[in-house]
Structures are given as structure tokens and as C-alpha cells.
């Protein structure tokens, strides 16, 4: 069929039907993004292969810290249920679980969320949210968490955070939901994480090259963090290097305490020992240096297992970003 056959005047109906449709829900009764400002969930933010999970690992440590392993889902639902919010709300919350629980990632929480779609679908009007649907999904995890380690923490007294690096890319999504949510930036040597990147493999199965891959999303992750701290103010956002993590894990693990507003805990420093299943880390071999004790000679090991072509071509596309980002670590060595 040609499309000038599609444009003919037999045709034209379709697309002001279609145009019509797009229309027709405008004066329709809309459920809210965020209902519910109160709600103070963080983000831990970065590129891929940044120690999210190392964090993660250490926070969680204190049992009322609540991190799930990643999502992946979060973007795509703010979108769909901002699309779709003239539905019922049965259907809405519905939509928004079945959003979770069909992703092929969601089996490494271990939870199933069917009491939390009968707990969405019974919330009161004024607290009809996809807020307080997200929030509800994590303190579920939470809840699920507490129980198997037979240990009691009330679900007010819970804090949640999300981990997904993907997430960078779509702070102005969060924000339309969480309104007074936190952030921790998360930044390591792009060297490094291009190494690692390479080592596990994870980049591989990307449309694109591997190497333009991850200097895309390094450069994306990073660019749009601090386009968003121009925007939200910079007192949003908790800047944390990979670096100090490994060289001085105390006093930058009470720095994130302290910017969560909860007490330092010495067993965040021995989060390998006595550990739980926390699902993706137990599944996936590029995690298991979390199961480990810190080790600083991990810095810097990519000058051993990159190229000299590797590492300029790095340099060539992250240094005045990187340089930008902390000036107090700057690129040894950068390739003239």
C-alpha cells in the first residue's frame, strides 16, 4: 500500500479520530504524580560500575535502611501513569505493579506485591498518589526484609532509597514524584569505571559499541546530575567520591548518615561479615566484591587492564567533566 494512498481523503478520518482521542480524556477526574510531600525517599545517583552496590551493601546494614536491588522500571511508570491517569484507580495501581513485577529484574527482590495492590487499591481519596504507590512497593520490601531476619522495625521508622543508575538520566521524573527527595551523587574515575565496564562484560550487549557505551552513559549519568543541581540547588545533592568510599569509608560513611538524618552504625564498616541475601548480589558475579572486605589496591587498577588507547580515548571524551566534577582528583598522567 503507498502512502499517498494512506493521505487520501478516504484516509483523513483516521487521523482526525486519532487526533480527537488524544483529547477526549482532558476533562476527565486525573489521579496525582505526588499527593503526599512529606514523602523524603533518596537516590543514589551516577554512572554504572560507580560503587552504588557497595553502598547499598554498607548502608543496609542498618535495618531500617531500606535499598531493593535495581529497578529499572521507575522512568517508564512515571510516564505511563502520567499518560494514563484518568483510569480508575483499581486499574491505575494494577498498571503500576504489574510494571514491577513483569520485569525480568524484579525476581531478585523476593517479594511478591499482591498484598500491596490490595493495600494501593484500598487507600483513602486524598492519598490516591503514585507517590504513595512507590512508597508503598519499597516499604513492602522493607517489611519482607525485617521479617526474615526476625528483627522488628515499625514501617514509620523505615527509610527507602533507590540505587539505579539509569535513574540519573531522569531526575525531573523523581522530582515530579518526590518532590523533597534526596540525592547522592555518586562519582568515580572514569578510567575506572570504564574498566570495570569492560571486565564484567555489562556494556557488551548494548546497541552500541562498548566502548562509545560507556563513555555515552558516563558523560549522561554525570551531565544530567549537574544540570539538575543547577535547577534544585546544589544543597539537594550529597557529592560522594568512589575514592574516598575505599580510602576512608568511616568518615564518608557518616557523612551519607548524616545527610539521611540516621546514626552511623560500626557494622557498616563490616558489611561483609553475617550478610544477607540482597538478591542481585548473590546473583550476578560482577557484585560479589561486595561480599569482600574493602581493598584500596582496587584503585587504580586500571592502569593494568586498560590500554594506553583505552585510557586516551577516555580522557579525550571525560576529562573536562570529570575535572569539573572534583577538582581535588584530577587525571594523572592525561594523555596529550
Aim: a positive charge; one cysteine or more; hydrophobic letters at 35%.
Amino acid at each position: 500500500m503507498k502512502l499517498g494512498y494512506l493521505l487520501s481523503p478516504g484516509f483523513k478520518w483516521i487521523r482526525w479520530y486519532l487526533r480527537i482521542q488524544s483529547h477526549v480524556h482532558f476533562f476527565d477526574k486525573r489521579y496525582s504524580l505526588s499527593s503526599n510531600e512529606s514523602l523524603t525517599p533518596f537516590f543514589i545517583l551516577g554512572c554504572g560500575r560507580s560503587g552504588s552496590t557497595l553502598l547499598r551493601t554498607m548502608l543496609t546494614k542498618d535495618p531500617q535502611i531500606v535499598i531493593p536491588p535495581e529497578s529499572y522500571v521507575l522512568p517508564k511508570i512515571i510516564r505511563k501513569f502520567y499518560r494514563k491517569a484518568y483510569l480508575p484507580w483499581n486499574q491505575l495501581t494494577s498498571m503500576v505493579i504489574n510494571g514491577f513485577e513483569k520485569h525480568p529484574e524484579f525476581s531478585t527482590w523476593n517479594i511478591s506485591l499482591e498484598k500491596t495492590l490490595q493495600s494501593c487499591q484500598a487507600l483513602p481519596e486524598k492519598q490516591q498518589s503514585l507517590a504513595n504507590i512507590i512508597e508503598m512497593i519499597y516499604l513492602n520490601y522493607g517489611l519482607h526484609r525485617v521479617e526474615k531476619s526476625q528483627q522488628f522495625i515499625p514501617q514509620d521508622a523505615m527509610i527507602w532509597g533507590d540505587k539505579t543508575p539509569k535513574n540519573s538520566q531522569f531526575i525531573d521524573h523523581i522530582q515530579a514524584l518526590f518532590p523533597k527527595a534526596k540525592y547522592i551523587h555518586l562519582i568515580r574515575d572514569p578510567r575506572a569505571v570504564f574498566a570495570s565496564y569492560i571486565k564484567s562484560g555489562l556494556a557488551s550487549k548494548k546497541s552500541m559499541n562498548e566502548a562509545d557505551y560507556i563513555v555515552w552513559f558516563w558523560l549522561k549519568a554525570h551531565g544530567t546530575i549537574e544540570k539538575n543541581k543547577k535547577n534544585l540547588g546544589k544543597e539537594c545533592f550529597l557529592v560522594i567520591h568512589y575514592e574516598d568510599l575505599i580510602r576512608q569509608p568511616k568518615s564518608t560513611m557518616q557523612s551519607v548518615c548524616d545527610y539521611l538524618g540516621v546514626d552511623f552504625q560500626e557494622s557498616m564498616l563490616k558489611f561483609w561479615l553475617d550478610q544477607e541475601n540482597l538478591g542481585d548480589v548473590e546473583k550476578y558475579h560482577h557484585h560479589r566484591n561486595t561480599q569482600k572486605p574493602i581493598d584500596v589496591k582496587n584503585i587504580g587498577k586500571w592502569k593494568y587492564e586498560l590500554s594506553p588507547e583505552q585510557i586516551k580515548f577516555v580522557e579525550n571524551h571525560c576529562l573536562k567533566l570529570y575535572q569539573s566534577l572534583c577538582r581535588d582528583y584530577p587525571l594523572r598522567g592525561v594523555a596529550k
